[in-house]
């Protein structure tokens, strides 16, 4: 293992499952210190306990990210366990399916402050460590709905959107002081937003076999195929990477097709 994060310390929200997880679960593997932060008290004190119980380092602090106090305290609560702040990665996000119409004013605000105002609170309460390293990352999670609309889910994609639109913003703001913000934005990942979301359908296997036409690599992401692109812009392999998105979805933005499954080459391919 190479260890590409060895002496960094990283806050992670939404790291008590899905792609959060993964990244907590790789970050200390390539041998970070990790903050886990998540309103899932018990699943996130399983997450800790799991990275400890493999040598890594890993601290839960419970956190809403709709609160800008609760945000504070979780990444200071990190700093006072670990000393410093090199990462920041806000992968926390939630997902309602409803038209817009169906939409209460409260719902509209409580999705875009988890997915979106949590952004503006790491980065507020995290600069003052963050700056007092030569480099430091911030990783936004996007989505394949920071491009183009998906049915159904007009809020979440607004909120998405602007991720990217605020990573951007961040990366021209901050370079000044050495961090490097970017976007990954990843397509269909089997996680449990995903599998909740599908159980909305009437069929939920039939409603993933007909999105997953749409993808050239005919498969769902694993949380782990998303964590590594979050590493990759986490450390100096990126180095000279900013303001940028990463797409990581199997090809998914790339095809016009509606069924990719159908595009095949000739059979008597050299
Ligand atoms: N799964 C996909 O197909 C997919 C695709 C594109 C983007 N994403 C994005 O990836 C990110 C992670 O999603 P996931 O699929 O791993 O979902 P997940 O539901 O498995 O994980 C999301 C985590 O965020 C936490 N969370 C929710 N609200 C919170 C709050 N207010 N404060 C703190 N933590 C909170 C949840 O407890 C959970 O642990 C999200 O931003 C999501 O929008 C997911």
């Not at 409580?110 to 460590?129: D, P, Q």
């Not at 901050?174 to 979301?197: E, F, K, S």
Request: glycine fraction near 10%; charge should be negative; hydrophobic fraction near 40%.
């Amino acid at each position: 293992m190479s260890r590409r994060l060895e002496g960094q310390t990283a806050w992670i929200s939404g790291a008590a499952s899905g792609i959060g997880e993964a990244t907590a679960r790789l970050f200390a593997e390539e041998g970070a210190r990790v903050g886990l932060a998540d309103v899932h008290a018990e699943r996130g004190g399983e997450v800790e306990r799991a990275i400890r119980g493999s040598g890594g380092e890993a601290l839960f602090v419970p956190c809403d990210v709709a609160s800008e106090e609760s945000v504070r305290a979780a990444i200071e609560g990190t700093v006072r366990r670990f000393g410093g702040l090199q990462i920041v990665v806000n992968c926390a996000g939630v997902v309602h399916g409803r038209l817009l119409h169906e939409y209460d004013a409260e719902e509209w605000d409580r999705l875009m402050a988890v997915n979106v105002r949590s952004i503006f609170f790491s980065m507020k309460h995290a600069l003052a460590y963050l700056r007092s390293n030569e480099r430091s990352y911030m990783v936004n999670i996007g989505s394949i709905s920071s491009f183009v609309g998906q049915a159904g889910t007009p809020a979440y994609t607004a909120s998405k959107f602007a991720v990217l639109g605020l990573s951007r913003s961040i990366a021209l703001d901050y370079a000044a002081i050495g961090l490097r913000c970017n976007c990954v934005c990843p397509g269909i990942t089997d996680t449990p937003m995903l599998r909740h979301h599908l159980h909305a359908t009437a069929d939920p296997a039939a409603t993933l076999t007909t999105r997953l036409h749409r993808v050239p690599m005919g498969r769902a992401l694993t949380p782990d195929d998303i964590a590594r692109s979050v590493l990759y812009l986490s450390c100096e392999d990126s180095a000279g990477v900013t303001g940028t998105s990463l797409t990581v979805d199997g090809g998914y933005l790339a095809a016009a097709e509606w069924e990719t499954s159908k595009v095949t080459l000739p059979s008597d391919l050299p």
